[in-house]
């Protein structure tokens, strides 16, 4: 069975940074692309990243651009976003999506993980 | 940057059809994926490549995608339908969501 677990979420004043991992397991991690989505609570979805399945294609939103960094470790099945530069508006729950590529969507997620920028 | 629009809300009664639209420039050359998320839990994909459902997805959901739109369409919606709908599509790098719209069974 697939699973995606987040963690690394929690409370970080604004100018800080924060690193999320996604552990994946039940399916060969090397061979999806990945992505990060984010919501702010009560609002709608935000594609923030994604990596290509060997990581050496990378692209961002504009929102988080020169601010956050997507990775992945195959050998440990774990996706990363580091996040640096955090601020207020950086808060939402954040999700690792598993993409099936060529428009075949997001097929599984995480529970998300939630980021809060706060003095 | 790219723009998907989509209703803030749609009403349906139980047994009828819920139909919810996702506007885009040329949306119909790009593929589109819907997400059903429900309060507290994270989306899942109901439609993927604008009318294919994922395994396990039933059969009362279904996609089209042409022109500058494509919708989704719930036959006989039941009240576990209840949820928040967002498009989904790719463009210039960059996936980009619908601002979802919420489809209440009344």
């Known amino acids: 069975e697939v699973h995606l677990v987040e963690s690394g979420g929690g409370l970080v004043q604004p100018g800080g940074s924060l690193r999320l991992s996604c552990a994946a397991s039940?399916?060969?991690?090397?061979?999806?692309?990945m992505n990060w989505v984010r919501q702010v609570p009560g609002k709608g979805l935000e594609w923030v990243s994604y990596?290509?399945?060997?990581?050496?294609?990378?692209y961002y939103a504009d929102s988080v651009k020169g601010r956050f960094t997507i990775s992945r470790d195959n050998a440990k099945n774990s996706l990363y976003l580091q996040m640096n530069s955090l601020r207020a508006d950086d808060t939402a729950v954040y999700y690792c999506a598993r993409d099936q590529g060529n428009g075949g969507g997001f097929d599984y997620w995480g529970q998300g993980t939630l980021v809060t920028v706060s003095s | 940057s790219y723009e998907l629009t989509q209703p803030p809300s749609v009403s349906v009664s139980p047994g009828q059809t819920a139909s919810t639209t996702c506007s885009g420039d040329k949306l119909g050359d790009k593929y589109a994926c819907w997400y059903q998320q429900k309060p507290g839990q994270s989306p899942v994909l109901v439609i993927y490549q604008d009318s294919k459902r994922p395994s396990g997805i039933p059969e009362r959901f279904s996609g089209s995608n042409s022109g500058n739109t494509a919708t989704l369409t719930i036959s006989g919606t039941q009240a576990m339908d209840e949820a928040d709908y967002y498009c989904q599509a790719w463009d210039s790098s960059a996936y980009v969501f619908g601002t979802g719209t919420k489809v209440t069974v009344l």
């Open positions: 990596i290509s399945s060997s990581g050496s294609t990378i």
């Open positions: 039940g399916f060969t991690f090397t061979n999806y692309e």
